[in-house]
């Protein structure tokens, strides 16, 4: 937000934002609908979701690009049509790869991570669990240092 709005005496800074995304913030029926769906609507904002949308559709369009590119590269056989063919091709090659580069690069290892971050979290939780069964404390729960 920008010191304009708030200047401006705007009740709601986010009233020029949203009226922007076309949300009748005028309207109560629609903020009370925001308001119920919020949660919902920040997981789905803040998680991986947009990005794997945008990959998908990266690919999708990439190959169909690839795809029409060689098709119109061996059909058409004068010079600037070719010329035509020759980019939608490279284009369509280049789109559909780089998904796949940014898949084995970035988003395969990021899922190992998360699965690997939640097997030593369940782990950890059921040690603790264990020593706390057995009356005792987990290491580390005291806050002093453990002892290799």
């Given at each position: ?8 005496g ?5 009233t ?51 795809a ?38 970035q ?24 020593t ?6 987990a ?10």
């Amino acid at each position: 937000m920008t010191e304009g709005s708030a200047a401006k005496g705007d009740p709601r800074p986010f009233t020029h934002e949203a009226r922007a995304l076309g949300i009748d913030v005028d309207n109560p029926d629609t903020l009370a609908w925001m308001g119920e769906h919020l949660p919902e609507f920040r997981q789905q904002v803040s998680g991986q979701r947009p990005l794997y949308w945008i990959l998908g559709i990266g690919f999708v369009v990439g190959l169909a690009a690839h795809a029409g590119g060689f098709l119109l590269k061996t059909s058409v056989t004068t010079e600037p049509l070719l010329l035509v063919a020759d980019l939608l091709y490279a284009l369509g090659w280049s789109l559909w790869t780089g998904v796949v580069v940014v898949f084995f690069v970035q988003i395969w290892p990021e899922a190992k991570r998360r699965q690997l971050k939640r097997s030593l979290d369940a782990y950890e939780a059921a040690l603790r669990e264990k020593t706390r069964a057995r009356g005792g404390q987990a290491p580390g729960d005291d806050g002093a240092p453990t002892a290799r």
